[in-house]
């Protein structure tokens, strides 16, 4: 499949626009309205935006196709192209995706909630069919023929012979798409509905396909964000201010005392220091010359009040104000407990994680004030091209053109492939920082940060508290559950608009507490509720968001409930579950990891080599609260592990993971993202925990936030559910819901004990352990 260089898809789509021999599937443009006098970007001319393209057929055979989003490594170009390859009859090879480049691609919103394939990939399916269809059409006429009896091979559409297989006519008879097109330039807008192929007829989807991305990074021939390298180029790099990890208060924007410039007089290269409220940055001839800089350059800070103790969160979280949020009340009051009932409560502590991406977040923008460029504007309100490694373009220019006043027409996103995060790193902050030292200098700058910055100031995954109180009637019966959930996020707005003073630094609240927050088994009575809280510390979303901690907390007490019941935990999971998708999916996880019922674990007591051991299971569908059908695909594990009883330490012995995603555009990219969620899943549950100081996080590198090893990977099995005539559903966040629990489950399975706030660290094992043996003492 061809790739385009992702630094062409602006002139690309331009030309497009005036080609010929093209068909093109297009809609209106989502512009963004003229800004009103006095507000950002008033000052500039609007521009207004070309349609948004689909689809282009080209006449040489090459089939391009456009999309918001962009791929994190999930191997969405891949997939979205078969989807594409599938609708028009054309092979795979010879379509190009263009992802997440702000002046080609459609403005679908941020790549989140596992919503690219279920979702932003319709528009994309119904082009590509609309294009077909047309280009049928205007065969039949040139044919003579009926559209029905025609038939499309490759992109070649031929007359079926009567009582004959589609494969009796070799593929070089019929007409080409190309020729179908001539000198044209067709653009037709995109059909509220369409006919699209029924999967008993698929060739292309739900077949296994390499991902069209790794062969360029496999041989080192893919440009990073961070190999991006411009004519005239600086190098930048940031000083950020003592208040490390935190963007919420009256100090931030405010705390900057003095710079003192003399400091690096002597630095060679030195082309400017530039200072806007909080942030501060240096811009320098050579990489070398910005990071001595930048570490000589003497900035004296107010101090900034001191962090709540967060090492532990409960307290801080508990202190938080909140609003308490009511998600569902079902069933009557339970009435007060029988005989043989009973009631159990337990909280759930879910730490502050980082997305740790493995290569710190570059950035480089080229701000230029050169009088009208490519009919997009005049010379007064400047324009502006960044290269970025976000997984929000559109909301990034949206960002930009509240921190700089352009209009957004005027601001060019180039989405280049990063380090990833599955959640929002650095990403968008150090695009801003080069956008302001570029402005400064009116030339090209490169920033890049250090890990020890990306480490502090990325928004971090929330801390969260889940409160649940049930009971369990005679029998086993699932009389009442009631559970609320905190969580404290802001979504972490772009840095460098907060340390400016262009957007207010006092505290937000986002509802974001609450996916997956109701419980997929069958109670009598619920009450489910978000206490929804602002940021303590800069926080957004990380994979899972608050879906995996409400999973975490569902899934551990469900097992409560059953070892209270003397129940199997799989067999009481069947027993209270209305979802049959669900049911067959446990079953089949079940037989391939050869589950017995009734079968235990040591408990507590050590087998003869003295090792504990034991297995856990748990189960979760993912619900994206505001969007219902976002991500809700079905997923569960069984895991199989050991503990050393002395150190504590865990060992994960096998891992089986069911996933049920609906209908699998390409098996093989779905079975790779379920073993992307284990690796990250068990790195999270196992270790994963920010630390964090008086003065903010202190997790500034890896020795102080480690992650899983590949000595330390279990092997993985992966049951697929076969589900090609189903709705295709979200595969990236769902398999990463039942990992913590599982293991939870499993560590009480190996040593009688309920741990219940991950990180599962040795220390946090062997504590544990010893408590108990002092209580038996």
Same mark, same amino acid.
């Given at each position: 499949?061809?790739?385009?260089d992702?630094?062409?898809?602006r002139a690309?789509?331009?030309a497009l626009?005036?080609?010929r ?6 809609r209106?443009?989502?512009a ?5 006098p006095?507000?950002?970007?008033a ?10 393209v689909f ?8 089939v391009?196709a456009?999309n ?8 969405i ?8 390859a599938?609708?028009?009859?054309v092979?795979l090879a010879?379509?190009?995706?263009v992802?997440?480049h ?10 989140i909630a596992?919503a ?7 528009p ?6 609309q294009?077909r269809?047309?280009?049928v059409a205007?065969a ?19 007359v079926?012979?009567p009582?004959?297989p589609a494969?009796?006519?070799?593929a070089e008879?019929g007409l080409?798409?190309?020729?179908l ?5 067709i653009?037709?807008p ?5 006919a ?6 698929y ?15 496999a ?7 961070h ?5 005239g180029?600086?190098h ?8 490390a990890?935190?963007?919420a208060g009256d100090?931030?924007?405010r705390?900057l005392?003095s710079v003192?410039?003399?400091s690096i007089r002597?630095?060679?290269?030195v ?12 811009v320098?001839?050579?990489e070398e010359q910005?990071?001595e800089a ?5 900035v004296?800070?107010?101090?900034a009040p ?7 969160p ?9 609003k308490?949020r009511?998600?569902?009340?079902e ?19 879910w730490?502050y994680?980082?997305?740790?991406s493995?290569g710190?977040?570059?950035?480089v923008?080229?701000?230029r004030d050169e ?5 997009r504007g005049?010379?007064d ?13 559109? *909301?990034?220019?949206? +960002?930009l &053109? ?7 027409g005027?601001i060019? $996103? !180039? =989405?280049?492939?990063?380090?990833g995060c599955?959640g929002?790193?650095?990403a968008?902050?150090?695009c ?18 250090s890990r020890?910055q ?9 801390a969260q ?5 049930g009971?369990?009637?005679?029998g ?10 905190r969580?404290p996020?802001?979504d972490?707005?772009?840095?460098a608009?907060l340390?400016t003073?262009?957007?207010?630094p006092a505290?937000r609240?986002?509802?974001?507490g609450d996916?997956?927050? *109701?419980p997929?088994? +069958?109670? &009598?009575q619920?009450?489910?509720?978000c206490?929804?809280?602002p940021a $303590? !510390? =800069?926080?957004a ?5 608050s879906?995996?901690p409400n999973?975490f907390?569902h899934?551990?007490f469900?097992?409560?409930?059953a070892h209270?019941?003397?129940a199997d ?10 979802d049959?998708?669900?049911s067959?999916?446990l079953?089949?996880v079940g ?6 019922d ?8 050590p087998?003869a ?5 034991g ?5 979760a569908?993912?619900i ?6 976002f991500?809700a695909?079905?997923s569960?594990?069984?895991?199989d592990?050991?503990?050393?009883p ?11 993971v069911?996933?049920d ?5 390409n098996?093989?990219g779905v079975r790779?993202?379920?073993?992307g969620?284990?690796v990250?899943t068990?790195?999270?549950a196992l270790k ?7 003065d903010g996080?202190?997790?500034r590198?890896w ?8 000595p330390?990977?279990?092997p ?14 979200g595969?990236?966040e769902?398999?990463s819901l ?7 489950n499993a560590?009480f ?6 741990l219940r ?7 946090s094992?062997r504590?544990?352990l010893?408590?108990?043996?002092a209580?038996?003492d």
């Open positions: 499949m061809p790739m385009h992702d630094d062409s898809p690309l789509r331009m626009a005036q080609a021999g093209v068909l093109l599937i297009t209106p443009a989502q963004a309205p003229k800004p009103a006095g507000q950002p970007g000052a500039s001319d609007h521009v207004p935006a070309l349609p948004d689809v282009a057929v080209r006449a040489d055979g090459e391009l456009f918001g989003h962009v791929d994190l490594g999930t191997g170009r891949t997939a979205l192209a078969q989807i594409v599938e609708e028009l009859d092979p010879s379509v190009c995706m992802l997440g702000t002046d080609a691609t459609p403005n679908q919103g941020p790549t596992s690219t394939i279920q979702i932003s990939a319709q994309l399916r119904r082009a590509a069919a294009a269809a047309f280009l205007r039949a006429e040139r044919l003579g023929a009926s559209a029905d009896s025609l038939v499309v091979d490759d992109g070649r559409i031929r079926r012979q009582g004959s494969s009796d006519t070799p008879a080409a798409y190309g020729a097109l001539g000198d044209e330039h653009e037709l995109l059909a509220d509905e369409i699209t192929k029924p999967a008993s007829a060739r292309v989807v739900g077949k296994a396909a390499p991902r069209v991305d790794i062969p360029a990074k041989t080192g021939a893919l440009t990073f964000v190999d991006v390298r411009v004519p180029m600086l930048g790099r940031v000083i950020r201010p003592p208040y990890g935190r963007d100090f931030v924007g705390s005392i003192d410039r003399d002597d630095v060679p290269g082309v400017e220091v530039v200072t806007i409220g909080d942030f501060v940055g240096v320098a001839q050579r910005a990071i930048a570490r000589r350059l003497r004296r800070w107010q101090a001191p962090l709540p103790r967060l090492d532990d409960e307290p801080a979280l508990r202190a938080n104000p909140a308490r009511e998600l569902r009340a069933g009557e009051a339970a009435p007060p407990p029988r005989q043989g009932a009973a009631t159990l409560k337990r909280g759930y502590v730490p994680q980082m997305h740790a493995i710190p977040s570059c950035g923008a080229h701000w009088g009208r460029d490519e009919g005049d010379a309100g400047g324009m502006l091209t960044v290269w970025s490694g976000t997984q929000n373009p559109h *909301v990034l220019r949206i +960002d &053109a509240r921190l700089t006043g352009l209009d957004e005027r060019e $996103i !180039v =989405r280049m492939e990063a380090a599955y929002r790193n650095c968008d902050d150090v801003a920082d080069a956008v302001l030292l570029s402005r400064a200098v009116g030339r090209p700058v490169r920033v890049q940060l020890e990306e480490h502090l100031w990325e928004p971090k995954g929330a508290l889940m409160d649940v109180q009971t369990l009637g005679a086993g019966a699932l009389l009442g559950y009631d559970f609320v959930s969580y996020s802001n972490a707005p772009t840095l608009l340390l003073g262009r957007i207010d505290p609240m986002l509802e974001m996916r997956t927050a *109701v997929p088994y +069958d109670y &009598a619920v009450h489910i509720a206490d929804d809280t $303590i !510390v =800069r926080a979303w990380l994979r899972g968001v879906a995996l999973t907390a899934e551990c469900i097992d409560e409930l209270e019941a003397g935990p799989l067999a009481f999971r069947l027993r209270h579950l209305r049959e998708r669900a067959e999916l079953r089949a037989e391939e990891a050869l589950w017995r009734g079968q235990r674990g040591t408990r507590g007591i087998d080599d003295g090792k504990l051991r297995r856990g299971i748990a189960y569908r993912y994206h609260s505001k969007f219902p059908g991500g695909a079905w569960a594990w069984i895991v592990l050991e503990v050393e002395d150190s504590g330490s865990i060992r994960v012995l096998r891992v089986v069911g996933q995603t609906g209908m699998m555009v098996p093989d790779h993202q379920v073993h969620n284990v990250q068990l790195s999270r994963e925990q920010v630390r964090f100081d008086r996080v202190a997790s590198e020795g102080s936030y480690p992650l899983l090893t590949f330390e990977l279990p993985i099995t992966v049951v697929l559910m076969p589900r090609q005539h189903e709705a295709p559903l595969a990236g769902s398999a039942p990992g913590a629990p599982a293991l939870a560590l399975d190996a040593t009688g004990l309920r706030r991950p990180p599962f660290t040795p220390e094992v504590a544990a010893a408590e108990t043996e209580v038996a």
